[in-house]
Structures are given as structure tokens and as C-alpha cells.
């Protein structure tokens, strides 16, 4: 389980973000700065307006940047 965890990558590239390495049933959150829910379900490549979110899948969550 922990290996798992370890393998998950979220990356951005232009205004989608990616992640990579989890399960296909596995939820993706994805959250303004101030709290708000952007997105939540399953997709894996999500496009976002311009701004900073907190991206959680799993145990992992990262802190990202659309330009």
C-alpha cells in the first residue's frame, strides 16, 4: 500500500493536470486556496482556469500552479 502511494505523480503541463500512478477507482480533489472544491472524481487529466490549487489523491497531496 505505502509503495503505492509513493508512485502516484501529479504534474501540470499548460492548464491540465495530470496524475499519474494511482487506481482508476482512486477519487481526485482538487482545491482552491481558499477551501473551495475545483474538481472531485475520477478523471486523471483535469484542465484548470489560471490560479493555485492543492491536488489530493490517496495520501498524497501537492500543492500546484496554472499559469
Known amino acids: ?3 503505492r502511494e ?3 505523480t501529479i504534474q501540470t503541463s499548460g492548464n491540465t493536470v495530470y496524475i ?3 487506481n482508476e477507482n ?3 480533489f482538487v ?3 481558499f477551501g473551495a472544491v475545483a474538481y472531485n472524481g475520477p478523471e ?5 482556469n489560471s490560479g493555485t ?3 489530493k489523491v ?3 497531496t501537492k500543492k500546484i500552479e496554472i499559469r
Open 20 to 22: 499519474n500512478g494511482c
Open 31 to 33: 482545491y482552491t486556496l
Open 6 to 8: 509513493e508512485s502516484i
Open 58 to 60: 490517496g495520501n498524497i
Open 1 to 3: 500500500e505505502e509503495n
Open 44 to 48: 486523471k487529466e483535469i484542465t484548470l
Open 53 to 55: 490549487y492543492i491536488v
Open 26 to 28: 482512486d477519487t481526485v
